[in-house]
């Protein structure tokens, strides 16, 4: 779980996780949800405006872990939440983050 947090360090610009992760809603058809929260470092305590989805299988997928090699296909949603403890979390169907975007006339976030 430490190579996770170091790789989510290196990789920090929580723009491009909203951004990345709403593209990832809108080419993923399922009953997928989009998460728009905060994330903390366990070793810093720094926290991140970020943005992720839970897939239907149990697993969250985000901008910092899709291209690790580690984790080609997510990360388990439990294991996600322990390592990077959200808070100030709002979850949207893709039907309510198309009207996010077009209400807001960006990816978020939209309730922080």
């Known amino acids: 779980m430490h190579d996770l947090i ?12 909203f951004q990345w ?3 990832w809603l809108t080419k993923n058809p399922g009953e997928h949800q989009l998460v728009h929260g905060v994330i903390i470092d366990p070793d810093t305590g720094n926290k991140l405006n970020s943005a992720w ?8 997928m985000d901008f910092y872990t899709h291209n690790n090699p580690k984790y080609p296909y997510g990360v388990k949603t439990k294991d996600f939440y322990a ?27 939209w309730h922080m």
Not at 53 to 60: G, K, L, M, P, Q
Not at 87 to 109: D, I, W
């Open 6 to 17: 170091e790789y989510l360090n290196e990789q920090a610009d929580t723009n491009r996780s």
């Open 21 to 23: 992760a709403f593209e």
């Open 53 to 60: 989805i839970e897939t239907a299988v149990d697993v969250v």
């Open 83 to 109: 390592i990077v403890t959200p808070t100030n979390m709002k979850k949207y169907t893709l039907k309510q983050a198309m009207a996010e975007v077009e209400q807001s006339k960006h990816h978020g976030p």
